[in-house]
């Protein structure tokens, strides 16, 4: 009997459903279940330790969409939150698309310093729908536009977690279009008692919640606004790398906000994620909204039965408290910092702190190894001679300071010289070079007060130089910015097919909402170099310059989990360290999604298969997530055309760790990777497995 109640269930909402107007076609038994009243739909769903999160939504227009947000167990459920509305904003800018500067890949773009647009996104409640996807349940509403835009409301709750997301999925025909959005919930109501949120050093701050008071940015840690009342708190956050369009400063731009008439277009009073459209004031490129692409401008929420501290606790799970987690046998590593502590401090008479307050923020994120880009602006590369080693022996010296047993600070430049665009020179032990020789000096020399030196005049030295102190090169942010067509110009280049050249870095460039997965750009990069037949690497990079507590770091910030079972001594040198990077023996993640093992029929990243003459193969992995899973991508090439497999993930749920073992035809097939995503678009994936 037990079995044949939710197809009982079904049956009588089909019933229902043509007076409603909500379509149940697509709805599956899944946990959840899913009521259809006159007016409105009641949507209950599991979100773990025996509990219920219930949400009652009201789809008549002038009512509140939100009408109860409750959770508990059976017969004892506590009202959260009622009478709440989504509330969008959208600002609509002029992308600049030219092949010079990289198309849709552009970043020196200043879409804030042209006419743009700032509207409240329309909501006029249509007809509804409720989908199952695995152990996710979607209700989808009719009825967003604003200006160019138009699309649906769609809310997706996630089983085993009192976690949903909430996004205004619209898109536009217009072309050459850079987005941003705001988002929130508001009421016209009393809804809380108090509106909280973490300060940057991490204190909980609380205040009254008062219906009059106007909207105020709030400067957070942990992009977390919450309301809280009697009944319990609600969490409002956004996805924690997506929201973050790139830039050159993680500043803390205030991504959150409270109170009323905000922007002078929001009149009731709410909390919510918004974006400062000014960003770092330098380069500010925005979103890419290309035409008919589906923008997802969405937020996630989350709720407790518990005050403010309790749900903030849980926010905070999603990202391991903002830090890289450790994992057996690998170390963390992240690259391409313009801290510029070097110039700034130590050479500029200021005092010289025995713990900079970088390098404690950058422990603090659980990184292992931090690889330097320094003197990108205020240095001297091609000399004069005294000054550039003076800088040189300043670097090495308060890097080896700073370094201990679980912390490697690590010198390396963005040398941007002889090669062509720009790209990351990375040494085993400190190496005096300058980037200019005379025609009467000689390659290399030996100084009385540092030893030898190398003056490097053109690409063949620089490539004699690596080669010699078995250095590396990679391309910085290959295809955009300052490398806007490269590697591919210098892809026949002898320095380029050499082992010392190990590939390129990524970083989510450009931000595209529509997209299941973070930038596209460098993963594409990955393809092509192994389709041309050479054996490179991605590497994760930041790319950005302030490091200070008060900064919104994680969001700008992914790792590289090295297999080392030990941090190198920095006095011993570090090869080790390009050992790994250039064997391809890591992989890249934003943090939130771990794969502590992978192997193709035994084969790991970096190695090479012989594959069977079936060309069946077995792809094994082990997987650790926070956010419940989106998808896997299974990657593969022959040289010319690059294969997508992708394997739904759906049924995971938030907080897992699983084993997964897919068959693959690599039949004719030159390498394979795998990327794996979770529905923030958090992500991470392997280096290459090269086939034969």
């Known amino acids: 009997m037990k079995k044949s109640l939710p197809i009982f269930i079904i049956i009588c909402i089909f019933f229902i459903n043509a007076s409603a107007q909500v379509n149940l076609k697509a709805f599956k038994p899944n946990g959840a279940t899913v009521y259809v009243r006159q007016k409105g739909v009641i949507v209950n769903w599991p979100v773990g330790n025996n509990a219920i999160g219930k949400m009652v939504l009201d789809l008549e227009n002038g009512k509140p969409l939100f009408s109860s947000l409750q959770m508990g167990k059976k017969g004892a459920f506590k009202v959260v939150a009622a009478n709440l509305d989504p509330v969008f904003i959208l600002r609509v800018g002029k992308r600049t698309l030219s092949p010079e500067s990289g198309g849709w890949d552009v970043f ?122 009697t009944g319990g708190s609600l969490a409002v956050f956004p996805a924690p790398h997506q929201y973050f369009y790139p830039l050159d400063e993680a500043f803390n731009l205030k991504f959150t906000w409270k109170g009323s008439n905000y922007l002078n277009l929001v009149p009731d009073f709410g909390i919510g994620i918004r974006q400062d459209p000014l960003g770092d004031k330098r380069y500010v490129p925005w979103f890419n909204a290309p035409p008919n692409t589906q923008q997802r401008l969405n937020f996630f929420c989350l709720l407790s039965t518990g005050k403010a501290d309790v749900v903030l606790n849980e926010v905070k799970k999603f990202t391991h408290n903002d830090t890289y987690v450790p994992l057996a046998g690998y170390k963390t590593m992240a690259s391409h910092f313009h801290n510029e502590f070097i110039s700034d401090v130590v050479l500029s008479g200021k005092p010289i702190p025995e713990q900079p307050e970088f390098v404690d923020v950058l422990k603090k994120a659980g990184l292992n190894i931090v690889k330097l880009a320094e003197f990108h602006g205020p240095g001297h590369p091609k000399g004069p001679d005294s000054t550039r080693l003076k800088e040189l022996d300043a670097l090495f010296k308060q890097t080896k300071k700073l370094s201990d047993p679980n912390f490697l600070l690590l010198p390396g430049e963005e040398a941007n010289n002889f090669y062509g665009g720009h790209w990351l020179a990375f040494f085993p032990k400190p190496i005096y070079w300058i980037m200019a020789r005379k025609s009467d000096l000689p390659f290399e020399s030996n100084n009385p007060k540092y030893g030898k030196v190398y003056r490097v005049s053109d690409k063949a030295e620089m490539l004699k130089l690596l080669e010699q102190e078995h250095g590396l090169a990679w391309t910085a942010h290959a295809r955009t910015k300052a490398s806007t067509g490269y590697p591919d110009k210098y892809k026949e280049e002898d320095f380029f097919k050499s082992e010392t050249f190990m590939g390129a870095a990524w970083k989510a460039i450009p931000g595209d909402l529509s997209l299941p997965t973070l930038s596209k750009r460098v993963l594409n990069l990955m393809d092509d170099m192994a389709n041309w037949g050479l054996k490179k690497h991605i590497i994760s990079e930041a790319d950005i310059f302030t490091i200070t507590e008060q900064n919104e770091m994680y969001a700008h910030l992914n790792v590289n989990y090295l297999q080392l079972d030990k941090l190198p001594n920095y006095a011993d040198g570090w090869q080790p360290v390009l050992d790994v990077m250039q064997k391809g023996k890591f992989f890249v993640s934003t943090g939130e999604v771990l794969i502590p093992s992978f192997n193709v029929d035994g084969k790991g990243a970096g190695e090479t298969l012989k594959v069977n003459n079936g060309g069946k193969a077995k792809i094994n992995m082990q997987l650790n997530w926070t956010f419940p899973l989106s998808f896997a991508e299974i990657v593969s090439g022959d040289g010319k055309k690059v294969y997508r497999k992708q394997l739904n993930l759906n049924t995971t749920q938030a907080f897992g760790k699983s084993d997964f073992s897919w068959q693959i035809d690599l039949k004719g097939r030159k390498w394979v990777r795998v990327e794996v995503w979770d529905i923030a678009t958090n992500g991470a994936f392997t280096q290459m497995v090269w086939l034969e």
């Open 108 to 229: 020196f773009d200043r879409v804030p310093n042209r006419p743009y647009t700032t509207n409240l996104v329309k909501f006029e409640k249509g007809n509804a729908s409720v989908s199952t996807h695995g152990m996710q349940t979607v209700v989808k509403i009719a009825g967003l536009k604003s200006e160019n835009f138009s699309g649906n409301l769609e809310i997706t709750l996630y089983n085993g977690s009192p976690l949903f997301n909430v996004a205004a999925v619209v898109s536009t025909q217009k072309d050459s279009t850079a987005i941003l959005y705001d988002a929130g919930l508001v009421s016209k109501k009393e809804t809380w008692s108090n509106v909280a949120w973490s300060d940057v050093k991490g204190d909980l701050h609380a205040e009254k919640a008062v219906k009059t008071d106007g909207s105020k940015n709030l400067e957070v840690k942990y992009r977390t606004v919450i309301g809280e009342n």
